[in-house]
């Protein structure tokens, strides 16, 4: 048995770098926690590492990515979480630096949910799972 390397890679800024480039996405916040001020209402994706798994005989870490939509409407949450999903979908086969994405899958598409801690916030939410090779 062998042991994950000393250093995963970190999962939440490669998917904050990689959603950061696409245009639809432009004038929303994409990080791995709210801007400050936030109230819900603003556009963002927020995301974050869910859960996930090291699989050691194949070297691969599996990490669940939520994504948090956010918009001052419905129809603009729902246009964020689109734009999101398909730039994940569109990462097979990306490098960054010693970490290749060599899959990611829809794990739960983007659903409506209602937010607690921000009660005028406009949000949905997907998971995708991210298959990870490190050199």
Known sequence: MTSPPNTFPDVE???????????????????????????????????????????????LDLPL??????????PTAHLLANAARAECLKARGTRYGPTAITDVVEEDGPRWLPEYLYPAANRYLCVMRFSMRTD
């Open 13 to 59: 800024a490669i998917v904050v770098e990689l959603l950061s480039d696409r245009p639809e996405l432009a004038d929303a916040t994409v990080d791995e926690t709210p801007p400050p001020g936030f109230d819900g209402t603003q556009k963002a994706v927020i995301v974050s590492r869910r859960g996930g798994a090291w699989i050691d005989d194949l070297h």
């Open 65 to 74: 990515i939520e994504l948090e939509c956010y918009g001052p409407d419905k």
